[in-house]
């Protein structure tokens, strides 16, 4: 998969290339990544990328030329054509089954503005669509983008050791995760579930289900209200 990243801050998105899932997909080739700064596109001494809002109110708005020829270049800087996503509170929340369509694709671009946002003109000429992680304010999209990297990443194959341990993610199978540990067996006199140091796989594999379940239940109420559980579900539930 290969996206490009359109952002007055390149090291900053860089540095999902340095380290963890991210950093391995990319030194094996399964994550193509590119930077393309705005600023390196403006043709004003000052190299300005930014202007006062039509209409005045607090803020500057990132301006529509230096913004569309860096976007040009990175449209054009690889023949598979790209979907391209404005990162903004504006657009819907990011969700798995996003991420997932997202992560499916060949190609992405992600805009991160800065300052109050970009001009609408650019997001009318060039945005397909446009994602939230959430119902928050950021200084700038480049922290949303760098989430969308991350949940794609690891859904590319190849990018995680075990191949499994997508699969089995929070909301991957719509539930949150069960609780995991390690060693020590126990600490600070809180020991390990007993299930899980039995070996017996079908019970260890109830218990995890059972827990996300009640989790989920407790925790997210909301995850499940459009769900219909089966049987064996809605009897872990209810036990
Ligand atoms: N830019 C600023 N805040 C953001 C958010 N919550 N999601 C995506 N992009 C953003």
């Not at 930014?50 to 270049?73: C, F, Q, S, T, W």
Request: charged fraction near 30%; glycine fraction near 10%; charge should be negative.
């Amino acid at each position: 998969m290969r996206i490009d990243v359109v952002t007055l801050f390149p090291d900053l998105v860089n540095c999902v290339s340095g380290c963890g899932v991210t950093g391995r997909a990319v030194e094996r080739g399964i994550l193509d990544l590119h930077c393309w700064n705005p600023r390196d596109y403006t043709e004003d001494r000052h190299r300005t990328v930014d202007d006062r809002p039509y209409g005045g109110g607090p803020g500057m708005v990132m301006k529509v030329e230096p913004l569309r020829r860096a976007i040009h270049d990175a449209r054009q800087a690889d023949t598979v054509p790209p979907l391209v996503v404005y990162m903004s509170p504006q657009g819907r929340r990011l969700d798995q089954d996003a991420v997932q369509r997202l992560a499916d694709l060949p190609r992405l671009i992600l805009i991160a503005g800065r300052y109050e946002g970009i001009d609408e003109r650019l997001v009318e000429l060039e945005v397909d669509e446009e994602w939230s992680i959430g119902d928050y304010v950021l200084s700038g999209g480049e922290l949303a983008a760098m989430v969308v990297i991350d949940a794609c990443a690891r859904l590319l194959p190849g990018a995680l050791g075990d191949e499994d341990s997508a699969q089995q993610d929070s909301f991957m199978t719509g539930l949150l995760d069960c609780p995991h540990y390690t060693r020590p067996e126990v600490y600070e006199g809180r020991g390990v579930p007993q299930v899980l140091l039995g070996g017996h796989h079908a019970e260890i594999e109830r218990w995890r289900r059972k827990q996300a379940l009640g989790r989920t239940w407790q925790r997210r109420p909301d995850l499940l209200e459009h769900r219909v559980l089966d049987e064996a579900d809605q009897r872990l539930l209810d036990e």
